[in-house]
């Protein structure tokens, strides 16, 4: 009788650390859908090899290692994931035409729900809201892949270089020499991992519940009053970036499809750790998926919009692709 463990016990042990594997595949690749395919291959490989697992490291470990290594396998022929600030182009003119480049594999926002974990779970430090902010992402894209993973597993998850050398298969002074280089390039587009967002505070959901409202009722001018004065704009698969309140008023006032209030519809969810929007446009009496908004806040106001239109990403948040108007649902009940 074979001693191979059955799925069922496997997945007892394995599946409970689900969560932190996909918000680890997610900071190495920048994509929820990428991370979600790269989480199975992980389960799939460590089941197959569970039985020669020895239990010299912990299960969590052992399959932060296979993780790892699905991960790098996979970026070996995959582009890093850009937001357009990081294609190197300078800010734009709202008044310009648009310009979409859907071949790009941008860089995806990720539910909160799918990579969270709560305070009482041993693997909260992992899957903590600093560690998938939207800026950090886009900054870790910047890093080849190695640096990449060399930074997270010392950064984020806190292994000791000695661990990080073994799961890499290169040496101690290898691992130091690439985390020193990543925290220099890190720290040149991103906050620092030492640095986290404060919780939000009573101003800023008021300023939220502004900005919900100025949205809504089509007020660009009350939209321009909650940005910082260099606040930056981008929406992919559109190349273009847009940067302080009066530049970004512009853009809503020119290509922005509303007309009227009641065009767009604002529901909150919770990606990266920040405020978010699911965006609904109107026409007749239905809202259709439009985009999701991820916003990062400063004390003096909204300092970055990430809105991506990429409709598809309404699934792994679990929305709908279209509701019906407010007034039509209130009739129907």
Not at 29 to 46: I, P
Not at 55 to 79: D, K, M
Not at 121 to 145: F, K
Request: net charge negative; with cysteine; hydrophobic share 40%.
């Amino acid at each position: 009788m074979s001693d191979r463990p059955s799925t069922e016990d496997f997945l007892r042990l394995a599946d409970p650390m689900r969560r932190e594997l996909l918000a680890h595949c997610y900071r190495m690749t920048g994509s929820v859908h990428d991370a979600e395919d790269l989480v199975q291959e992980t389960y799939l490989r460590a089941w197959r090899a569970y039985d020669g697992f020895e239990g010299r490291s912990s299960l969590r470990t052992w399959l932060y290692r296979i993780a790892t290594t699905v991960c790098l396998t996979a970026l070996e022929s995959r582009g890093r994931r850009p937001l357009p600030t990081g294609l190197g182009a300078p800010s734009s003119e709202p008044a310009a035409p648009l310009t979409q480049r859907p071949e790009v594999p941008w860089l995806e926002p990720v539910p909160d729900g799918m990579v969270g974990a709560g305070a009482d779970d041993p693997a909260a430090i992992v899957t903590s809201r600093e560690s998938i902010r939207l800026a950090l992402i886009a900054a870790l894209q910047h890093l080849p892949p190695r640096q990449r993973a060399i930074l997270v597993l010392r950064d984020v998850l806190r292994w000791r270089a000695a661990e990080v050398a073994e799961a890499l298969e290169t040496t101690t002074a290898a691992v130091n020499s690439g985390l020193q280089r990543a925290r220099a390039q890190l720290n040149d587009v991103s906050p620092s991992l030492d640095d986290p967002a404060p919780p939000l505070p009573h101003e800023q959901r008021a300023r939220l519940d502004r900005y919900v409202a100025a949205f809504e009722s089509y007020d660009v001018a009350a939209i321009v009053e909650l940005f910082t004065k260099d606040a930056v704009w981008e929406m992919p698969p559109y190349t273009g970036w847009y940067q302080g309140a009066e530049q970004i008023g512009r853009l809503i006032a020119v290509n922005c499809p509303a007309q009227r209030p009641g065009d767009l519809w604002l529901v909150p969810i919770a990606a990266n750790g920040q405020p978010s929007f699911a965006v609904y446009f109107r026409q007749g009496d239905t809202y259709h998926a439009f985009s999701l908004m991820v916003l990062t806040l400063a004390a003096e106001g909204i300092r970055h919009v990430g809105m991506f239109f990429d409709v598809g990403l309404f699934d792994p948040f679990g929305l709908p692709h279209s509701l019906p108007a407010p007034e039509q649902a209130s009739a129907g009940k």
